[in-house]
Structure formats: structure tokens, C-alpha cells
């Protein structure tokens, strides 16, 4: 089956500064990758996501790259905030009739620092 | 986008007894999932619940431990059977991903705690 790894685990950085994190996946089929925000307390929700025939996809301070045939993608945070602060999940599906299975990441710990 | 509600929000369970999480959504979906995230971890799925046949186990997971329901197009129930203390975790279920246009949703969650 599908495996995600994601690093790094714990990521600190100073207001206004960027963050990146990064995920590589195993199956080649896998052509679905959303980014998800978990605040404490709260349900995982979704910023971002890309698709395989999309090589990159920003949405104002985030933006998310896809490169299929190393089979990694990475969330890419300009301008960070301290509510950025949260753990965030990477993740793959196959599609097709699995398209709404997901296989995560094992979790960033963002913390921003004002 | 899809509203999806869980209960009950958090409950505290003695070992050794179930209970049955119920999930609604507010339009018909093929397919609905439900994943557990245990304290400090990852999102794991748990099985795939197709309205009218079986629901479809990830390793790991059994039916007689988790049963699930799936008796409309709108609604589904995970239970936790015999629970322990390692049951303690978020259950959350999901709706969407139909199709490549599609974004996945989860609901609040329902936060268990196994005494």
C-alpha cells in the first residue's frame, strides 16, 4: 500500500519568516496530495491541495509543489503568522474508486515565534 | 462544501463497554470513511463505508472490533467495541473525494477517552 513519509516532525521559525515542509510518497499511482491544518482540539482542515498533473499551486501565502517523478510534494508557507502555529498533515491517494482514502504523513509541529 | 456532523463530540467510556458514533452529512455521498487519530499521531484509516454492501477494513482493523453501518446515503456509525485504554483516540469521519474535482471533508470529530 500506499506509504507517506513527511519531515520534519518539528519545524520552529521567527514571524515573517518561511516554512517548508516536505512529504515523499511511494505508489506512482497515487495522483492526489492535500495538505491539512490541525489546530488543537480541532478537526484536520484542508488549505491546499494539488493534483498530479499540476506541478505547483499557491493560494496567497501558501503554495504546495509537486514533482511526480521523484514522487515528493511540499507545502511552502511565505510570511508566516503565529496562527500559523498548528500540526500540519501531508497526504496521498490513489484516486479512482479510493479517491477519498487517504494515507498521511506522520505530522509537522509548526511553531511560529513572534 | 460538505457539513458533517459527529456524535457525540467527546465521551468518556469504561473499559470494557462500546459505543456507537454517528456521522451525518448534509447530502447524499457514495462513500463515506472513517479514520482514528490517536493521541500525538497521524490520521489512520479505518475503513470505507459504501451505502448497501460491506463496509471495506484497512490492515489492522476488524469488523468485529469496529462494525460499521451504513444504512443511507447521508449517515453512518462506527462503533468501538470491548474498548480499552488504547481505544482512547479522535475518530473522524470523512465524505468526498468522488472524483478528481472533489475535496475530502472530515467531520468534528468525536473524542474518546477509555477509563
Known amino acids: 500500500g500506499e506509504n507517506v513519509e513527511q519531515h520534519p516532525s518539528t519545524l520552529s521559525v521567527q514571524e515573517g519568516d518561511s516554512a517548508v515542509i516536505k512529504c515523499t510518497y511511494s505508489d506512482s499511482a497515487s495522483n492526489y496530495f492535500p495538505w491539512y491544518k490541525q489546530e488543537l482540539g480541532k478537526r484536520p482542515q484542508l488549505i491546499i491541495d494539488?493534483?498530479?498533473?499540476?506541478g505547483e499551486k499557491k493560494d496567497q501565502r501558501i503554495a504546495v509543489t509537486l514533482n511526480k517523478t521523484a514522487k515528493h510534494f511540499s507545502l511552502h508557507i511565505t510570511e508566516t503568522q503565529p496562527e500559523d502555529s498548528a500540526v500540519y498533515f501531508c497526504a496521498a491517494s490513489i484516486g479512482g474508486t479510493s479517491y477519498g482514502k487517504l494515507t498521511f504523513g506522520q505530522g509537522t509541529i509548526l511553531t511560529v515565534h513572534p | 462544501s460538505a457539513v458533517i456532523s459527529q456524535k457525540p463530540s467527546r465521551d468518556i467510556c469504561q473499559r470494557g463497554t462500546s459505543l456507537t458514533i454517528q456521522c451525518q452529512v448534509d447530502?447524499?455521498?457514495?462513500?463515506m470513511f472513517w479514520y482514528r487519530q490517536q493521541p500525538g499521531q497521524s490520521l489512520t484509516l479505518i475503513a470505507t463505508a459504501n451505502q448497501g454492501s460491506e463496509a471495506t477494513y484497512e490492515s489492522g482493523f476488524v469488523i468485529d472490533k469496529f462494525p460499521i453501518s451504513r444504512p443511507n446515503l447521508t449517515f453512518s456509525t462506527l462503533t468501538v467495541s470491548n474498548m480499552s485504554p488504547e481505544d482512547s483516540s479522535i475518530y473522524l469521519c470523512?465524505?468526498?473525494?468522488?472524483?478528481?474535482?472533489?475535496?475530502?471533508?472530515f467531520g468534528e470529530g468525536s473524542w474518546l477517552t477509555v477509563v
Open positions: 447530502s447524499q455521498v457514495t462513500m
Open positions: 494539488i493534483r498530479s498533473n499540476v
Open positions: 470523512s465524505v468526498g473525494g468522488g472524483g478528481p474535482g472533489n475535496t475530502i471533508y
